[in-house]
């Protein structure tokens, strides 16, 4: 019996966490750290997902029904009914690419909205609940004095991607009680990470591609110091904030590439730099390739209005004042792992 008793009061101390989109890149990093709190974790994917970073036997798993309101609200009912209500959502779960615009809206703001819908009208909001945006619902920086982006700039998207987020951003906000915080990440690299990697791979290989004769600015931030950001945001008692996440430093293109040839130990790489003009032309023959065949790819016109943009910076200091937050993670530290990462896992 005390046995029993003391288990029981462990179980009901547990915090309960859903994260939305755990399969992904930064999801499963998520699932990592609220594993390594102790937290009951939900991770929701679907069911055809690869879980290959979500091995852990401790993790429940949930396909939730965003596209039908109704059928996601009694899902919901019927979850908390059974497991309890979960304390903190990250809603982490979206697309970045596609292959026609009518996707990002569809399930970055439509999906969205129905899942925080289902929480308020089945009663069971969370304590807190994340939305994971990004610098891109933002839109164009400053290009001629390259001033960073402000959270009190008025934000002018230019992207179906940015739009469905900046949407999906004031939808949150303008829910009367409704405990969201909003981060919005700037480049996002680490192990497991795809698209940085296509570009680790081809300097590998002895090739710099770079688009674009104007100098071009840049922000990152590692994945691990993401993570470490959204717990805390989590665990303070702050509520209904947006902030940009960035690790604070500014590099150029070249100094982000540099920095790659250098862990690589390449001294030698072809650098390749195509106007943007022709960068365009092929996006464009791309994004008609993508509306035939109805597969995402990593140039549209859309993905161009991404590429083109010449300051990719944001104000992140106030991450500073309000959480405290200190970037475990330089650029250079951060690529380190990463590539040794890379190595490990054959992908190098």
């Known amino acids: 019996m005390l046995i029993f008793v003391h288990v ?6 547990m915090k309960k966490i859903l994260i939305t989109g755990a399969s992904g890149f930064i999801g499963s ?10 937290w009951e974790v939900w991770a929701g994917v679907r069911w055809s997902s690869n879980r290959q970073y979500l091995t852990d036997n401790t993790i429940h798993f949930i396909d939730l029904k965003y596209e039908h309101a109704e059928a996601l609200q009694l899902q919901l009912e019927e979850h908390c009914a059974q497991y309890g209500k979960w304390d903190y959502v990250i809603h982490n779960a979206g697309l970045t690419k596609s292959a026609d615009d009518a996707s990002f809206f569809r399930v970055n703001h439509d999906y969205t909205i129905n899942l925080i819908n289902a929480f308020r009208k089945s009663g069971n909001t969370p304590e807190k609940f994340v939305y994971m945006s990004s610098l891109g619902a933002f839109g164009p920086g400053d290009e001629i004095h390259y ?9 002018n998207p230019n992207t179906a991607y940015g739009l469905s987020k900046i949407q999906s951003e004031r939808y949150i906000q303008s829910l009367p009680d409704f405990p969201y915080i909003i981060l919005r990440p700037t480049g996002v690299y680490g192990p497991r990470e795809k698209d940085y990697f296509l570009m680790v791979r081809m300097i590998n290989r002895g090739l710099d591609v770079a688009v674009g004769f104007k100098p071009q600015l840049l922000n990152f931030i590692y994945v691990k110091d993401l993570v470490k950001v959204c717990f805390s945001a989590i665990e303070s008692p702050i509520r209904n904030r947006i902030w940009f996440v960035a690790d604070g430093d500014v590099y150029s293109s070249q100094e982000y590439t540099g920095i790659v040839k250098g862990i ?7 650098r390749i730099t195509f106007p943007l003009f022709v960068v365009k032309a092929v996006s464009t023959i791309a994004g008609a390739f993508c509306w035939l065949t ?9 993905k161009y209005q991404i590429i083109k943009q010449r300051n990719w910076t944001c104000d992140s200091s106030a991450l ?5 937050f200190v970037p475990s993670y330089s650029l250079q530290k951060g690529m380190e792992e990463t590539v040794e990462w890379y190595y490990k896992n054959g992908w190098l």
């Open 264 to 270: 690589l130990k390449k001294k030698y790489v072809l």
């Open 320 to 324: 500073q004042k309000d959480l405290g």
């Open 8 to 13: 029981y009061f462990d179980f009901r101390g």
């Open 147 to 155: 001033a960073p982006l402000r959270t009190e700039d008025s934000p």
């Open 29 to 38: 990093f998520y699932v990592d750290e609220a594993l390594k709190k102790g």
């Open 294 to 302: 109805g597969k995402a790819s990593l140039l549209n016109p859309d």
